[in-house]
């Protein structure tokens, strides 16, 4: 006769043991899909993504759709202000992904270390994640205006972020040009001043050599003649002789 109470031991053991591992994995995907939408996204939000949807589901009011009701053109966006304001969003992205490309290696560093938490981690995934998403989504709008734009909406982006970095580093440039001016003002009434020092102190080490031999000659003269004494004495031995 089988025991069948032996033989539901192992299977109720099974079953309670696979419960288990199902409960806490779904318990730990909902907690940490939780965690991921609570994270702060990496970038702020995508100001030119949101004018460009906002220009391609535009709608007139009822007033202007009764008044543009015979003319059909005037009722939606022209297409050259949607590619332009597409070609800024391709431009925007451009410059999220030089930041995601800087920061990934100096972010992976400091997680391998221990420098930054995981969380952080998941936030940088979750925006690299979006911005791909993104690249595809601005290639098939590109399609979707011209066939084959899409291939070549980045390049042009490209040169529109080159641009603008080289814009913004001239206004940079431009802003320091009065501190620069202002600086070399007052270097060179520094150098000028210093400048005009030195042809004081040489004039000064010119002329005291020409007084220190004048004093010299006097004294050469005043010793040759005898000096004031001798001449004393001279007039002294003439007034004897006189008297002899």
């Known amino acids: 006769m089988v025991n069948w109470i032996s033989l539901a031991i192992p299977f109720a ?14 318990l730990y995907r909902k907690r940490k899909a939780s965690r991921a939408l609570s994270l702060a996204p990496w970038f702020p939000p995508h100001l030119q993504r949101n004018i460009y949807l906002s220009l391609l589901h535009i ?3 009822p007033a202007q759709q009764s008044a543009n009701a015979a003319s059909e053109k005037n009722a939606k966006v022209p297409d ?9 969003r ?23 270390r221990g420098s930054v938490g995981d969380d952080l981690w998941q936030q940088f995934l979750r925006a ?7 690249l595809r989504d601005v290639v098939q709008e590109a399609n979707a205006f011209a066939e084959g734009w899409g291939q070549h909406i980045f390049q042009s ?8 970095f080289l814009r913004k580093r001239l206004d940079e440039i431009r802003s320091q040009v009065p501190l ?3 600086w070399w003002e007052k270097r060179k009434a520094t150098i000028q001043s210093d400048f005009m020092k030195e042809l004081d102190d040489d004039a000064k080490a010119k002329e005291e050599p020409k007084t220190e031999r004048k004093s010299s000659d006097d004294d050469a003269v005043l010793v040759e003649s005898g000096g004031p004494a001798s001449a004393t004495g001279q007039s002294k031995n003439k007034q004897k002789k006189a008297k002899k």
Do not use: C, P, W
Request: glycine share 2%.
């Open 13 to 26: 053991y099974l079953g309670v043991l696979i419960g288990s591992l199902a409960t806490f994995s779904s």
């Open 90 to 112: 391709a431009v925007e992205d451009i410059h999220r992904i030089m930041q995601i490309r800087s920061s990934k290696q100096a972010l992976s560093t400091l997680l391998q």
């Open 59 to 61: 709608e007139d009011s």
């Open 157 to 164: 982006a490209s040169e529109m972020a080159a641009n603008q």
């Open 80 to 88: 050259s202000v949607l590619k332009a304001a597409l070609l800024r």
């Open 128 to 134: 690299e994640k979006e911005i791909e998403a993104e």
């Open 180 to 182: 620069e001016k202002e």
